[in-house]
């Protein structure tokens, strides 16, 4: 019986590619598009519960919530 999971993920831009994690399960994954970040991680999660099943598979949180914040920072001369 299959179920749907799911999981909370961040993906963010390092140079020229997108690094895509998933906090929840300690997954990560890359692409050099969203897209292809996304399914890569998408494969990377499947992967991970392929091998370590769903018994132990952390309660997602229904209340999470992620944001940019901006903040005021004094750089020091070099």
Do not use: H
Not at 12 to 38: K, Y
């Amino acid at each position: 019986m299959e179920s749907k999971k799911v999981f909370l993920v961040s993906i963010i831009q390092e140079g020229r590619f997108f690094v895509a994690r998933c906090p929840e399960l300690g997954v990560t994954s890359q692409g050099e598009s969203l897209v292809e970040a996304q399914s890569n991680l998408k494969e990377a999660i499947e992967l991970y519960i392929e091998s370590f099943g769903l018994e132990d598979l952390p309660g997602v949180s229904a209340n999470s919530y992620w944001t940019t914040m901006e903040v005021e920072a004094e750089v020091a001369d070099a």
